[in-house]
Structures are given as C-alpha cells and as structure tokens.
C-alpha cells in the first residue's frame, strides 16, 4: 500500500512539475516570439507635472511603443518631434488641443489628424504648415486650457484647434509614480481610482496581479478580449438598426437651449476662455465638437453665437453611422473605443477645407 501511494505521490508531482515545466516554456517562448506591440494598449507613459492646472504629460522624451502604435515625445512630453519656439519663416503654426481624440490614441502618428491636416494644407504650396499637437489622454477642457496657457502660446501660433470631447467634463485625473493614469474623483469623498477608461476595454482593473506580470497570461487576456470585441463590430456591420432613420438618428436636429449646470463650469468657461486667449492675441480659433450629448451640441452652439467664433461638428462627418455603436464598428479600432486612421483622415480633410483655412 505505501509504496502504491508512493507511486501516486509520484505520478502526481511529475504530472505539477511538468505543468510548471510547461508553463514556464510557454512564458519564455512568448516573451521571445510574441512582438511587443501585442502588449501596447497596456502603457504607463504618463509623468505628473507642476505645470499650474496641467496635472500630467507623456513622459518627456519617450521613444518606444504604447496604445497599439509607435510613440515618440518631445521634451515637453507632447507627442511629436522637438518644436522651435521661434516659428521658422514662411511658417503657418497650427497647434491642436485636445485629449485622446485628438491625441490619435491608436494611430500611428502619421496617420493622426494633426499631421494629415498639416501633409493636406502643404499641398496647396505656398506657406509651409505645421500642426504641433499638445493633446493627450484623458485631458478635460480645464487642463486644455492651463495647456494652451502654459504651453501652447509660446509657440507664436497663427491659428488654434480645439477638438472637445463627451468627457470634457470629467474630474482631472491623477497619475501614479509608476506612469499609470486613474480617472478624477466625482465626489469630495476620496475613492479608490478607477483604471483610465483607454486601457479598460483590454486591460480591466479586476484582472490578477499573475494575469498583469505573466506575459502568457496577459496575452491570452488579449487575445480573448480582441477577439470578443470584433465579434461584437462584426454583428454590428451586419445587423440593421433601428437608428438607421434620419429621425431617429443621433444628430437629428435639435433646440437651443441654456448651458447646463454640469457643464457650465468645467467646460462652457474653459473654453470661452481659451476662445479670449487666442482672441487677445488675434489668433483664429475653431472648436470642433466630438459628441452627440444635447447639452454639449447646445453649449457650442451658444459659444458660437456669443464669441463668433466658428464650430464644426466631427460627428456630422460620419453619415452612414447613426449612433456610437455604428460608427464604431465601421470606423472604430476593433480593440478599443476610438476612431482608426480613417477617420483621422476624414477629420482632416473637413478642417482644411473649413472657412478659417
């Protein structure tokens, strides 16, 4: 009896270690053959700054890969080249403040629709156009304009874009010592931050910590996660819709009406102010609105008619999407809830053609 339980203790341990064995291999041979970009959604590129209403950058000078495409900074922690201050002559100076959107979290940057709207107006010869862009993720409109404040305007530009977005109005998130970005805090009640809404489709916060550490793991997670959500686009492009109708659709006419109460402070004064900034030093400013809530429609609107400054609605661009969900099974990452390279390009294309250009 001894030595058949032996004999089972045995089998048993050779049976662990060869799972371990296993696992191990499997480990190793996915860091070695698994590219890196398999695990860019997941990035901790962010740096806290004392910049007066900032919050955080990119990490300054950070050439590497993050958010499914290659990333290079500057030393200001923007994405991008190193910019001149002094604007070199014959130059035409665009500088984009935005978040994520504009940021072009998941294109490559020559894809993003700061440098197709610069390639677009170079090929009209004449001036040379340079479009510097000081959007980053998760930015509101409170922080863009501390940016264009602090930043921005130093840089002599002829014209500023400002692209707002649905969340303009979130609190201002914080960033961890180790790069990590948390949403803000909605109440005066400290609450343990959530996990940046950009990393969440792939990387959700209840993941294991053996699941965050272990690249076998994580790239299982992403492979189960990718192919869930273009499962999911593909039933969207295939499923008629009930939104399909002019009436029915997102950007369906709608009334003017006051700024409300959650967006008065966080985002109407913000932006009138960033409106007053570049209007003290004669530069043109466009606002171009990248949601369909009726209190943001409404609010640019009346900034609009007040500031007489001009408005483009990005979403307007997109007619064969009626709601969210369509536009992002035609137009989304597959991965993630922001727009591909295509999209950047129908941005573009609509911004140099505007009045203002």
């Known amino acids: 009896m001894p030595s058949k339980t032996r004999i089972l203790l045995y089998y048993f341990l050779m049976f662990v270690f060869s799972v371990l064995f296993l696992a191990i291999a499997a480990e190793i041979m996915v860091r070695l053959l698994v590219p890196k970009e398999t695990f860019w959604p997941i990035s901790n590129i962010y740096q806290a700054v004392d910049t007066p209403g900032v919050s955080y950058t990119l990490k300054p000078n950070f050439e590497g890969t993050a958010f499914g495409v290659d990333l290079k900074t500057n030393s200001l922690g923007f994405r991008g080249p190193e910019w001149q201050i002094k604007k070199p002559s014959g130059t035409f100076r665009i500088v984009l403040i935005g978040d994520s959107h504009a940021f072009a979290y998941g294109v490559p940057f020559e894809d993003s629709v700061g440098e197709k709207l610069?390639?677009?107006l170079n090929e009209r010869g004449g001036a040379h156009y340079e479009v510097l862009n000081f959007a980053v993720s998760a930015y509101n409109s409170q922080q863009e304009l501390a940016v264009l404040r602090e930043y921005a305007l130093q840089y002599d530009p002829d014209l500023v874009i400002v692209i707002a977005s649905s969340n303009d109005h979130d609190p201002t998130p914080i960033v961890?010592?180790?790069g990590w970005l948390y949403g803000g805090f909605r109440t005066t009640t400290p609450q343990p931050p959530a996990i940046d809404e950009s990393?969440?489709?792939?990387q959700s916060a209840e993941v294991s910590w053996l699941t965050k550490n272990s690249h076998l793991l994580l790239y299982l997670?992403?492979?189960k996660k990718k192919s869930q959500l273009a499962q999911e686009a593909q039933v969207q492009r295939h499923t008629p819709t009930k939104t399909s109708s002019a009436d029915n659709c997102w950007l369906r006419p709608f009334p003017s009406g006051p700024i409300s109460e959650r967006l008065h402070n966080s985002v109407y004064l913000p932006l009138k102010a960033m409106i007053h900034e570049a209007k003290k030093r004669e530069i043109?400013?466009?606002?171009?609105?990248?949601n369909a809530f009726l209190d943001y429609r409404q609010l640019f609107e009346k900034l609009s008619k007040e500031e007489q400054v001009p408005?483009?609605?990005l979403l307007a661009l997109?007619?064969?999407?009626?709601?969210?969900q369509e536009l992002l099974a035609q137009f989304g990452l597959g991965w993630n809830v922001h727009l591909n390279a295509i999209a950047h390009q129908r941005w573009a294309v609509a911004l140099a053609t505007f009045k203002k250009l």
């Open 284 to 290: 043109p400013i466009i606002i171009a609105n990248f």
């Open 176 to 178: 961890d010592q180790e």
């Open 318 to 324: 997109f007619q064969e999407a009626c709601s969210w």
């Open 311 to 313: 408005t483009l609605e």
């Open 221 to 223: 997670h992403l492979l």
């Open 199 to 202: 990393i969440k489709k792939i």
């Open 118 to 120: 610069a390639a677009l």
